[in-house]
């Protein structure tokens, strides 16, 4: 067998992605650990997209997106970064946030730069730095405040580190980061001539009293700030695999190079139905969070009644719930996570994520649940959660 690839042998497949399959191979699991929704997208984007399987378009758009959808995000995505947006120069289209976070990297990163990441992080960032030749620099967001110490991120931009990655709001850990957080981060970037690197995809799932502020828009960050989103939370489509990238003109050049090899262009026929979403009144994010607001309150109340250890998210819609108790029992004695999260799926009928693959540091604590579900599913993960407590009794 010709040697493969000894990049690829770096990291392993998705953990997140894994236990999707693992509950979907078991009948009735109740899968909370990829996150995406139960529920339909809104209805303007199914009634365009029907329309759209007659009208087209079916082939290629432009590679780096198609018209209509830039100029409709360029005004969508110009409210948060308080900017006019050239759609011509400073939007890539991509196949989800996914691709637009492997392609910003490719576009700044030589072999050997040093790129920051938080840690616990989403953990796609640390495959995208192994495959964009970059060593990651791990960042502590210590808990329960995940609070970050900025001395660290100066002295790896000291260290010439390229770029920080910040998922804000932040997975998994739910963390918002203050204007305050985002200038200090942004000060550095600009002061060592770096860039900052955003994953916004939960841009609209923020709690009160907290606020999103996108790191571009802030004084002097536009052109040191390479933004990566995605519509999939914004607008529960999640397997329509549509996202972007904005930035500034120099590297937005660069970045349309890297998307049109790496996969010449997102679906055309989705593009064309989703600007029915980006065109949606502000009403619709104002209902969005209130949907979600609902839906984290409840769920995080039913994990108190039972007694489950948790943070409280104040973004996206994951939670990190403590098993340390059980992991003392003896039947779980010596258990990974990753092992307790098998056991769950089987024994438990819920799905969950386990922490490690979000932290760097040696945390075996800590699985992350979440709650894009209807409120009757959420109810039955509660009363199926509940019989884990049984176990302390
Ligand atoms: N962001 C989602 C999660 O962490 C999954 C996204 C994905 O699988 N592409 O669960």
Request: charged residues 25%; negative net charge.
């Given at each position: 067998?010709?040697?493969?690839?000894?990049?690829?042998?770096?990291?392993?497949?998705?953990?997140?992605?894994?236990?999707?399959?693992?509950?979907?191979?078991?009948?009735?699991?109740?899968?909370?650990?990829?996150?995406?929704?139960?529920?339909?997208?809104?209805?303007?984007?199914?009634?365009?997209?029907?329309?759209?399987?007659?009208?087209?378009?079916?082939?290629?758009?432009?590679?780096?997106?198609?018209?209509?959808?830039?100029?409709?995000?360029?005004?969508?995505?110009?409210?948060?970064?308080?900017?006019?947006?050239?759609?011509?120069?400073?939007?890539?289209?991509?196949?989800?946030g996914?691709?637009a976070m492997?392609?910003a990297?490719?576009?700044?990163?030589?072999?050997?730069?040093?790129?920051?990441?938080?840690?616990?992080?989403?953990?796609?960032?640390?495959?995208?730095?192994?495959?964009?030749?970059?060593?990651?620099?791990?960042?502590?967001?210590?808990?329960?405040?995940?609070?970050?110490?900025?001395?660290?991120?100066?002295?790896?931009?000291?260290?010439?580190?390229?770029?920080?990655?910040?998922?804000?709001?932040?997975?998994?850990?739910?963390?918002?980061?203050?204007?305050?957080?985002?200038?200090?981060?942004?000060?550095?970037?600009?002061?060592?001539?770096?860039?900052?690197v955003t994953d916004e995809?939960?841009?609209?799932?923020?709690?009160?009293?907290?606020?999103?502020?996108?790191?571009?828009?802030?004084?002097?960050?536009?052109?040191?700030?390479i933004t990566c989103n995605?519509?999939?939370?914004?607008?529960?489509?999640?397997?329509?695999?549509?996202g972007?990238l904005?930035?500034?003109?120099?590297?937005?050049?660069?970045?349309?190079?890297?998307?049109?090899?790496?996969?010449?262009?997102?679906?055309?026929?989705?593009?064309?139905?989703?600007?029915?979403?980006?065109?949606?009144?502000?009403?619709?994010?104002?209902?969005?969070?209130?949907?979600?607001?609902?839906?984290?309150?409840?769920?995080?109340?039913?994990?108190?009644?039972?007694?489950?250890?948790?943070?409280?998210?104040?973004?996206?819609?994951?939670?990190?719930?403590?098993?340390?108790?059980?992991?003392?029992?003896?039947?779980?004695?010596?258990?990974?996570?990753?092992?307790?999260?098998?056991?769950?799926?089987?024994?438990?009928?819920?799905?969950?994520?386990?922490?490690?693959?979000?932290?760097?540091?040696?945390?075996?604590?800590?699985?992350?649940?979440?709650?894009?579900?209807?409120?009757?599913?959420?109810?039955?993960?509660?009363?199926?959660?509940?019989?884990?407590?049984?176990?302390?009794?």
């Open positions: 067998m010709p040697r493969l690839s000894d990049r690829v042998g770096k990291f392993t497949d998705s953990v997140i992605r894994r236990m999707t399959r693992i509950s979907d191979a078991k009948e009735g699991s109740i899968n909370l650990s990829q996150g995406f929704p139960d529920f339909d997208p809104p209805k303007e984007l199914l009634d365009r997209l029907s329309e759209v399987a007659y009208e087209g378009p079916h082939q290629y758009s432009v590679t780096f997106g198609a018209e209509n959808f830039r100029q409709a995000l360029a005004v969508k995505a110009g409210k948060a970064l308080k900017r006019v947006i050239d759609p011509e120069k400073e939007i890539v289209v991509t196949c989800g996914t691709e492997i392609a990297m490719m576009t700044i990163c030589n072999p050997g730069d040093k790129v920051m990441v938080f840690s616990p992080f989403y953990e796609n960032y640390g495959a995208d730095a192994i495959l964009s030749g970059a060593e990651p620099i791990y960042i502590p967001l210590v808990p329960p405040s995940y609070t970050f110490d900025i001395s660290l991120i100066e002295e790896g931009f000291r260290s010439g580190a390229k770029a920080i990655i910040v998922c804000n709001p932040s997975n998994p850990c739910g963390k918002v980061f203050s204007e305050e957080e985002l200038t200090q981060i942004g000060n550095l970037a600009l002061k060592y001539d770096a860039f900052v995809v939960y841009e609209h799932l923020v709690y009160e009293p907290y606020h999103h502020i996108a790191a571009a828009s802030l004084p002097g960050m536009f052109d040191h700030t995605s519509l999939s939370k914004t607008y529960s489509i999640t397997g329509w695999r549509l972007y904005i930035g500034p003109e120099n590297v937005i050049e660069n970045a349309k190079k890297v998307h049109d090899f790496l996969t010449v262009g997102a679906a055309a026929p989705l593009q064309e139905a989703a600007v029915a979403g980006l065109t949606l009144p502000d009403s619709y994010y104002e209902d969005l969070k209130k949907m979600y607001t609902e839906k984290r309150d409840y769920f995080l109340k039913g994990l108190d009644e039972i007694g489950l250890k948790h943070n409280v998210p104040q973004g996206s819609y994951f939670v990190l719930v403590d098993i340390q108790d059980f992991l003392d029992l003896p039947q779980f004695n010596g258990w990974s996570d990753l092992e307790f999260c098998e056991w769950m799926v089987q024994n438990i009928g819920v799905a969950a994520v386990p922490g490690s693959s979000f932290f760097r540091e040696n945390v075996n604590n800590l699985i992350r649940l979440h709650f894009a579900r209807s409120k009757e599913t959420l109810k039955e993960a509660l009363s199926r959660l509940a019989k884990l407590k049984d176990l302390l009794a």
